[in-house]
T-cell receptor, first 115, second 117 residues
């Protein structure tokens, strides 16, 4: 069975500082990997995804993530955080070995940005 | 494009009553929609997969008689919480699978906060 772990419940960073949000997954093969952001009153928005190929993927809003097979990780990074990045971030996996399109989410990491 | 709406955004109901939540894909047709439940400080838990014109597929542990799902058209799925109890209070989120055929391309609604008193 697949699972997703986000070890950090809450992270606080200063505006302009770099950010890394951790995500580890468990799956029998390489799954499809996603990062979403959830802001109050808005639906989850896809930041980026990894299906195959280049293990460093670029997303929207200046985010990037790197897939590391050896570590079963897909950490999200941003070189310089903006106050508007404060939100809840979810890592998710999608089964790659079945035809299902459902997603399994981690517990989320809440990001606070201080001036 | 690819906007999903939910209605209502918030609802308060009394214990024992039923409440219906609508999920609409506004600018695309969605043969598949998903319903999630999000607990405070917890992950989104998939409740069921809703397919247009057929019965929903429920995840293990989700009571299908309590959480009725109807996907009557290509743009509308509804979740009815029947005989609601306070423990059903939660944040319910729907998503719609995009029409492009890209795997796992889900577009999420803004969620519905249900409070059962």
């Amino acid at each position: 069975a697949q699972s997703v772990t986000q070890p950090d419940i809450h992270i606080t960073v200063s505006e302009g500082a770099s950010l890394e949000l951790r995500c580890n997954y468990s799956y029998g093969a390489t799954p499809y990997l996603f990062w979403y952001v959830q802001s109050p009153g808005q639906g989850l928005q896809l930041l980026l995804k990894y299906f195959s190929g280049d293990t460093l993927v670029q997303g929207i809003k200046g985010f990037e993530a790197e897939f590391k097979r050896s570590q079963s990780s897909f950490n999200l990074r941003k070189p310089s955080v903006h106050w508007s990045d404060a939100a809840e971030y979810f890592c998710a996996v999608g089964p790659s070995q079945t035809g299902a399109n459902n997603l399994f989410f981690g517990t989320g990491t809440r990001l606070t940005v201080i001036p | 494009g690819a906007v999903v709406s939910q209605h209502p955004s918030r609802v308060i109901c009394k214990s024992g009553t039923s409440v219906k939540i609508e999920c609409r894909s506004l600018d695309f047709q969605a043969t598949t929609m998903f319903w999630y439940r999000q607990f405070p400080k917890k992950s989104l838990m998939l409740m069921a997969t809703s397919n247009e014109g057929s019965k929903a597929t429920y995840e293990q542990g989700v009571e299908k008689d309590k959480f009725l799902i109807n996907h009557a058209s290509l743009t509308l799925s509804t979740l009815t919480v029947t005989s609601a109890h306070p423990e059903d209070s939660s944040f319910y989120i729907c998503s719609a699978l995009g029409a492009s055929g890209v795997r796992h391309e889900q577009y999420f609604g803004p969620g519905t906060r249900l409070t059962v008193t």
